[in-house]
């Protein structure tokens, strides 16, 4: 048998507890502001109670808004930790996807890269062994308009002949 009077007592002193909570809540407020940061041990000074009373959970709601929030649900402590440990895996197993796409990103990107220095250095030896052979044709045909010069040929009329490498409007004017 549970004796009545006890509870009464034990009511009366848990409703004398909250009382004096919620006044030195209020009075922190109007002394520091609304934003202060409400703590145990301020409001232990004020209201005279001990920090060990004012961690139990009937009064710890009325001072603490973290707490407040998760009591203020129903929910469980440890069912609260898994749903965001649960919460965590799920944003890591995102990140580490949109990691693995960037890398894979990057690794196309270099092969492209790596393409086009290739393609670049095909092109370049392309134009060095043109650059080459053309200057073997000048020089070819400049030892073969010195001979004709001193064998006294005119070369006037070689600048009518049309080459290849006149281009076509070149042509129409004359």
Do not use: C
């Not at 549970?2 to 006044?23: C, F, M, P, T, Y």
């Not at 965001?84 to 949109?98: I, M, R, S, V």
């Not at 960037?102 to 370049?124: C, H, T």
């Amino acid at each position: 048998m549970i004796n009545e009077g006890l509870i009464h007592a034990q009511q009366l002193r848990r409703n004398d507890s909250k009382e004096r909570v919620e006044w030195a809540v209020q009075f922190l407020k109007d002394s520091e502001g609304k934003h202060a940061k409400i703590t145990a041990a301020k409001i232990a000074e004020i209201s005279g109670l001990s920090r060990a009373v004012l961690y139990k959970t009937h009064l710890r709601t009325l001072w603490d808004t973290k707490y407040s929030s998760f009591t203020n649900l129903g929910i469980n402590h440890d069912h609260l930790i898994e749903q965001q440990l649960k919460g965590l895996q799920d944003k890591l197993a995102h990140l580490e996807l949109q990691l693995e796409k960037k890398e894979k990103q990057l690794e196309r990107s270099f092969k492209e890269n790596e393409r086009e220095k290739l393609r670049a250095r095909v092109y370049r030896e392309d134009y060095e062994e043109l650059k080459d052979r053309h200057q073997k044709l000048l020089y070819y045909n400049l030892k073969i308009l010195r001979k004709l010069h001193i064998h006294g040929i005119d070369t006037k009329e070689l600048d009518e002949i049309h080459n290849d490498f006149q281009k076509p409007y070149e042509t129409d004017k004359k």
